[in-house]
């Protein structure tokens, strides 16, 4: 976690391009860790694809969006908090 809010610190600087680093290897982390779709995974997934789109890198980000909430609705279900709020 505190790789990820080190990231979230950097992105509110303005500092996106230390942030996407930090953002990415923290995902790469936890896909290894914890699988692909668990929800902490997910929410590395999500925390990225909002960087991506503060850069302008926005097919990038629906991918990875696009993929937080298929692995939500499949973990979670099409009705969970999360889920909804990917």
Do not use: Y
């Not at 860790?33 to 902490?40: M, S, Y």
């Not at 990038?60 to 692995?71: D, Q, W």
């Amino acid at each position: 976690i505190s790789m990820n809010n080190l990231a979230m610190l950097l992105m509110e600087q303005g500092k996106l391009g230390e942030a996407e680093s930090l953002f990415r290897c923290a995902l790469e982390g936890r896909e290894k860790q914890l699988g692909a779709n668990h929800p902490d995974t997910l929410d590395s997934v999500n925390n990225l694809a909002v960087l991506l789109m503060e850069q302008g890198k926005l097919g990038e980000a629906e991918t990875l969006l696009t993929r937080a909430l298929g692995g939500r609705e499949e973990q979670l279900g099409a009705s969970h908090p999360d889920t909804l709020g990917s």
